[in-house]
């Protein structure tokens, strides 16, 4: 048995490294060929959307461009389903995720998304007519959400260390700090004072006083 022939469209694959990060994948996926009209198209709906996800799940990539610009689409709201987003990227307000229209599906494409998954129309600023565009659209997504993880793991370091100097306590003594040349009292259950117990445990610089 051969998948495509449960559909009249082809699908193929193309991965590159996204060049705005030192790593990572953009995956491009390129439908070509003509999908059947209405419910004539169901199957070649199902047939997209599977081989897409199973290259998502193996490739795993930071990005991905869904290529129409070969296919020929008149009408099918089945379609829909392969225009969703991979669901890690559900949460995010900008996933990394675009698409290519061509002459042969442009306006149906559009009024598919606007007329029946009522999507506002000038929302629609992640479909392009160009690859390069596409491309260059979703790199600087990728570039975004991870500055935006960056921040976000950044505030729950300093959170985490702010609780931790708040768990330490205050310098009882009446000992001082074992550590060299420190004049601080130490802390309780400690011979250290509470900066140098700090650095010991999180092994950075403490930035409270």
């Known amino acids: 048995m051969k998948w495509e022939d449960h559909s009249s469209v082809d699908v193929g694959f193309q991965a590159a490294p996204v060049r705005s990060a030192e790593q990572g994948k953009l995956l491009r996926v390129c439908f070509s060929g003509n999908y059947g009209y209405g419910s004539a198209g169901n199957r070649d709906a199902t047939y997209m959307d599977a081989m897409f996800r199973a290259a998502d799940e193996v490739l795993h990539p930071e990005g991905v461009i869904l290529d129409f610009s070969a296919m020929a689409y008149q009408w099918g709201d089945m379609l829909g389903k392969v225009l969703n987003v991979p669901d890690r990227w559900r949460a995010l307000e900008e996933p990394p995720f675009a698409i290519v229209e061509g002459a042969d599906c442009?306006?149906?494409l559009r009024s598919l998304l606007v007329d029946d998954l009522?999507?506002?129309?000038?929302?629609l600023d992640w479909i392009f007519e160009d690859v390069d565009q596409a491309r260059?659209?979703?790199?600087?997504?990728?570039?975004?959400?991870a500055n935006m993880f960056q921040l976000q793991l950044d505030r729950k370091r300093d959170e985490?260390?702010?609780?931790?100097?708040?768990?330490l306590g205050e310098e009882i003594g009446p000992e001082r700090c074992r550590s060299a040349a420190c004049t601080r009292l130490r802390i309780k259950d400690s011979v250290l004072c509470r900066i140098h117990h700090f650095e010991q445990i999180q092994h950075s610089a403490c930035p409270f006083s």
Do not use: C, P, Y
């Not at 985490?160 to 768990?167: E, G, I, N, Q, Y």
């Open 106 to 108: 442009k306006g149906a």
């Open 118 to 123: 009522d999507w506002d129309a000038s929302s």
């Open 136 to 145: 260059e659209f979703v790199e600087l997504r990728i570039t975004k959400n």
């Open 160 to 167: 985490a260390a702010l609780a931790f100097w708040k768990m």
